[in-house]
Each structure stands twice: as structure tokens, then as C-alpha cells.
Nanobody, 124 residues
């Protein structure tokens, strides 16, 4: 069984930074791509970023590219999302997820395990 636990959310002013962390359990962590999604109140869950099983390949939503960085440490079974130049529109619950394959996609349907989420609130 795979469990994902996010941490690092909080409240920050526009222009600030946060680092989200995701701790994973399970023996096959390094075999799968990982992703971050977010969901704001009244909106659908949307893709934020993904990283391949090796950590070499990453992809980002256009709205966060250049501001957010996804990374992973396979030895520690951790995934990170560094968020800089935060904007009020980044306010959402952020979810860590495990892909069904080695290369992450933008579709939530391609992810089979999810964390409980961590709230990020950016004030103007």
C-alpha cells in the first residue's frame, strides 16, 4: 500500500515563497513518476507539475512555469514543490500524487495514489 503525506502549506503574502513536501511510503517509490495538483474552492482539480521516476524529466502547467520547481529524492522517498513569486491565484489545496507510469502526465486520471492535501493561501 502506498501512502502520501503532504506538508509545508501555509499563509504567505503575494511575492513570497513556500516549499511543499510529500513523504511517500512503499517499496517502489523510485519506479514511478510523481505529480502535484491543486484545487481551489469551486474549481476542478488542476495539474501543477510532474517529475519522472529518475527526476530528469519535469513538466509544468503554464501558469506556474518559471515560478515553481518540482524535485524528488528517491533515497528519502520525498517529493518537493518549491513555489516562488506566489500570487493570490495560487491559493488552493495542493495534492501530491503517484503516477501509474514512469513519466508523469497532466491528467489526474493517470495518477492512482493521492495525499490528503495541504492548504496554501496567498494574500495580496
Amino acid at each position: 500500500q502506498v501512502q502520501l503525506v503532504e506538508s509545508g502549506g501555509g499563509s504567505v503574502q503575494a511575492g513570497g515563497s513556500l516549499r511543499l513536501s510529500c513523504a511517500a511510503s512503499g517499496r517502489t517509490f523510485s519506479n514511478y513518476a510523481m505529480g502535484w495538483f491543486r484545487q481551489a474552492p469551486g474549481k476542478e482539480r488542476e495539474f501543477v507539475a510532474a517529475i519522472s521516476w529518475s527526476g530528469i524529466t519535469t513538466n509544468y502547467a503554464p501558469s506556474v512555469k518559471g515560478r515553481f520547481t518540482i524535485s524528488r529524492d528517491n533515497a528519502k522517498k520525498m517529493v518537493y514543490l518549491d513555489m516562488n513569486s506566489l500570487k493570490p491565484e495560487d491559493t488552493a489545496a495542493y495534492f501530491c500524487s503517484r503516477s501509474r507510469g514512469r513519466y508523469g502526465t497532466t491528467s489526474s486520471g493517470e495518477y492512482d495514489y493521492w495525499g490528503q492535501g495541504t492548504q496554501v493561501t496567498v494574500s495580496s
